[in-house]
């Protein structure tokens, strides 16, 4: 008789910071945390009553993680390695700026400011929040690099150190931020003056006012200056250089209405003529530049191009005459003897000396099962090798390894260029408003010579798409923040017109449609009764084989009290435990003298009480809930495909799955996945990709849409287009159906701001836009647009239940 | 009658300085992170705090 049961989450609050407790919830006092950290923090203000801040220093925080055996930071002490992290080194004195993934409540960033009650040595110690990135300066002559890295991941808060964080590909565009920041400055400042030195001349001046007036149109001119030739100046630069690449793109009319505007305005003020339309033309710069900061919402947290060298460790231990050292991974050769401690990662090609290593391919595949290889065997780079440490001998160099080739492929290089629809609808635009503007001048020149020029610059003026250029900003940057809030970070806001093209979808298997943490598990044998399980709890507790913690969490009993007494593992194969006198034996089918049930794929763990045998716990990868209703909904407008790195013992499960006419394929190389995408899109499908590993990478970066599913968005994940969070996997068909509506928004919004432009055009035509109807028609137009897609997305966003 | 050409110009100043203030803030990376200062501010006063019970 079988017996199944399956593993139920609870789901709690973290009592200190409100989080939610989701896998490997702490509990101490009573109470639920959510992260180190907040545990930590608790602890310590819990036991000195929140008063006695000074106790801080017994820091009990540093128990809290259990300490590895080794530290994985001892490459810190090469001093190559150092010199590129630190970012100043001063006498006796360093500063360094560390990444730090878990940086994620309020109490972290207590915690992470507050380190010199830990460590006397640091001096300070400052976070970003946005960007979890924690600047420490401390004093090098007490403390080094490496000591502050295993204190802080002490206190769960490891560094992520890597060499391509540490040459920092993202100060260029902080730096375009901030100009972008100073530019609405100057524009929302000179918007303001100009339309309050306009007031006079809309108001009508009389009598001995009048003497006031050139003053006041000269300063609006003054402070037009800046506008235009500043904060507008990138319109100018880009309408040029598309133009000379003989494509429209909106810049072109922008500019063209821009220079119109500066030009006519200009030429009535040195002319005393009229006060010119100089409050329209900053307030439309203004408008444009606000649009574009409400598009440019990053989330600078996330890294969308990370390869495998920000996965990669910088540096690994190997054998040098007698000794172990750490060495740049780049330095590797083939033949060198490395060795891998626990948690640490594969860097290369190798083939095992030792006898047995687990190795965890979770990054690479999806798959969080280890795998066991033996001596002799050849391991694929990528892996992370959990339990004692082991001893490789490299096989290949870093960049050439089996998965890190991948990255030679051409697919890395460029990606195609995607002509937006604002683009398109320009170039029509454009002609169109030039033909007006020409025919209208043509028809005054004949009936009123004196009014050609004049209707002539009215047209270019009041046909300057402000709004036009506005649509799609605004609904692109709502959707995006939609996406957000729903755990679907975009690289940019193309990404949306991007999957609006798209007509297949591509999912990996493991990892992407299977769940990754806590697979599936049941026993299968004879009932284990309650002691029984206590048992067993109690044997595997001190395993530190991740199947352990599983099948620990599984076993669950409450009210037995068992003492280990030995505790023997034999790596490879499993453990024999003595607990109160009972032998337990925990491990391979083989360790135990039994037969391996052949029916059951999946990876079995067998157990013996005394000397009768129970029978085995099963690992299995389950799909996802949710994703039939998701492929249903999918359907009618996805052609789907799966991509798997294993073998087809699925497939009969997945061909039930998935709808008619879905293509399977198995035993996929990262190079076969790529490939496939290549040939999906031979036969015109443009492909989104979901996928999780390393292994997925050529197919992201090839695909149209390549979207990285993973558990904890701040973990690694693949370069990608957009990074989903794992539990909101199956809101992609809402994520799509909001694509697309907003498509339907844009346009909308499009015939709107034509609507406008008609109008608009109709009076300049007739030589009746005075430049108080400009003043009131350009920002009419600019808001009701802004406010129509806002609403309208946020309005949609909620019929398809998207928070 | 001049006082308004007086009072505009003397405007202008004092607006260009809340400009040149708006740029020294955007520099000196006042905008890049929103979020800690708001929670540091509170963090801070409640160290104050234990330090003054600590005083008593």
């Known amino acids: ?803 | 009658m001049s006082v308004i050409l007086v009072l505009i110009l003397v405007s202008l100043v004092v607006a260009i300085a809340f400009l040149i203030a708006f740029f020294w803030a955007v520099k000196s990376g006042q905008f890049d992170d929103t979020y800690s200062p708001s929670v540091r501010m509170l963090f801070e006063d409640r160290v104050k705090k234990e330090k003054e019970a600590n005083d008593d």
């Open chain 1, 1 to 803: 008789m079988n017996f199944v049961s399956t593993i139920v989450k609870n789901e709690t609050h973290c009592y200190h910071c409100g989080e939610d407790c989701l896998e490997g919830k702490l509990t101490f006092e009573e109470h639920s945390f959510c992260c180190n950290g907040c545990k930590t923090v608790y602890e310590i203000l819990s036991s000195n009553d929140l008063c006695d801040y000074y106790s801080m220093e017994n820091t009990p925080g540093f128990t809290v993680r259990d300490k590895a055996e080794h530290s994985l930071f001892d490459f810190l002490d090469n001093e190559s390695i150092k010199r590129e992290v630190l970012d100043f080194e001063g006498e006796g004195f360093q500063r360094v700026t560390l990444h730090i993934p878990n940086v994620h409540c309020s109490s972290c960033i207590w915690l992470l400011e507050n380190l010199d009650r830990l460590k006397p040595a640091v001096l300070d110690s400052v976070i970003n929040f946005s960007s979890k990135k924690l600047t420490v300066n401390y004093k090098s002559d007490e403390m080094s690099l490496r000591q502050l890295a295993e204190m802080l991941d002490s206190i769960g808060y490891g560094p992520q150190i890597n060499l391509k964080d540490s040459d920092e590909s993202k100060k260029p565009q902080k730096t375009f931020d901030k100009q972008l920041l100073i530019k609405i400055g100057i524009a929302g400042f000179c918007f303001g003056n100009v339309m309050l030195l306009s007031f006079p001349d809309y108001l009508g001046i009389a009598g001995v006012e009048e003497e006031y007036r050139s003053f006041f149109r000269y300063l609006s001119l003054a402070l037009s200056l800046p506008v235009v030739f500043y904060a507008g100046g990138e319109y100018f630069t880009s309408a040029l250089k598309s133009a000379k690449q003989k494509f429209a793109n909106i810049d072109v009319p922008i500019a063209i209405g821009l220079l119109a505007l500066f030009v006519r305005s200009s030429y009535e003020v040195i002319a005393d003529v009229g006060p010119g339309y100089f409050d329209s033309l900053v307030g439309l710069v203004f408008f444009l530049l606000i649009g574009k900061w409400f598009q440019g919402k990053t989330y600078e947290s996330l890294s969308f191009d990370r390869d495998y060298q920000s996965y990669f460790p910088l540096a690994v231990q190997k054998r040098i005459n007698d000794a172990f050292e750490p060495v740049p991974v780049k330095e590797l050769k083939k033949g060198d003897e490395v060795l891998l401690r626990n948690g640490e990662v594969l860097p290369a090609d190798a083939i095992l000396i030792d006898d047995y290593a687990s190795i965890d391919y979770s990054f690479v595949t999806g798959e969080s099962v280890p795998v066991t290889r033996k001596k002799g065997d050849y391991v694929y780079a990528g892996g992370r090798q959990v339990g004692k440490q082991v001893r490789f001998v490299i096989q290949k160099e870093v960049s050439q390894s089996y998965l890190t080739q991948l990255w030679n492929n051409d697919a890395f290089g460029e990606k195609e260029v995607h002509t937006k629809l604002i683009d398109k609808v320009s170039r029509y635009f454009t002609v169109l408003v030039l033909l007006v503007a020409v025919s209208s001048a043509i028809f005054w020149q004949i009936t009123d010579p004196s009014q050609t020029w004049l209707v002539f610059t009215a047209v270019l003026i009041i046909a300057c798409p402000c709004a036009l250029a506005l649509s799609t900003p605004f609904t692109m940057g709502s959707i995006m923040r939609v996406f957000g809030r729903n755990h679907f970070y975009l690289k940019n806001a193309d990404v949306i017109e991007k999957i609006n093209a798209t007509n297949t979808i591509v999912f990996d298997k493991t990892g992407t449609i299977t769940e990754t943490q806590g697979e599936a598990l049941k026993f299968c044998g004879s009932e284990l009764s309650e002691a029984e399980k206590a048992l067993i709890h109690t044997a595997v507790a001190s395993s530190t084989h991740p199947l352990s913690r599983w099948i620990k969490q599984f076993t669950e009993a409450k009210g037995f009290d068992y003492n280990i007494e030995s505790f023997e593992e034999i790596e490879g194969k499993g453990f024999v435990v003595i607990v109160s006198g009972l032998t337990i034996k925990v491990g391979a089918a083989k360790f135990l003298g039994v037969e391996k049930n052949q029916e059951n794929n999946a990876t079995q763990v067998h157990v013996s009480i005394g000397d009768d045998y129970k029978g085995y716990f099963s690992f299995e990868a389950t799909y996802r809930k949710g994703l039939n209703a998701l492929l249903d909904a999918l359907k009618s407008k996805f052609k789907f495909q799966v991509l798997s790195g294993d073998n087809d013992k699925e497939a009969e499960r997945l061909k039930s799955m998935f709808p008619v006419g879905s293509t399977l394929r198995f035993n996929q190389s990262p190079e076969d996945k790529l490939k496939a995408i290549k040939e999906i899109q031979a036969n015109d499908n443009a492909v989104i990709m979901l996928g999780d590993g390393l292994n997925d990478a050529g197919a992201l970066q090839q695909s149209k849409v390549g979207i990285a599913i993973t558990e904890d968005v701040s973990l690694f994940s693949p370069a990608s287009d957009a990074i989903l969070k794992a539990s909101n996997l199956m809101d992609l068909d809402k994520f799509i159906k909001l694509a697309h509506a907003g498509r339907k928004v844009v346009v909308a919004s499009f015939i709107l701001s034509l609507l406008y432009n008609c109008v608009g055009i109709s009076l300049a035509v007739a030589g009746e836009l005075t430049p108080l109807v400009a003043a009131i028609l350009m920002p009419l137009s600019s808001i009701s647009v802004v406010v129509f897609t806002t609403t309208s997305i946020n309005l949609i966003s909620k019929k398809i239940k998207l928070k």
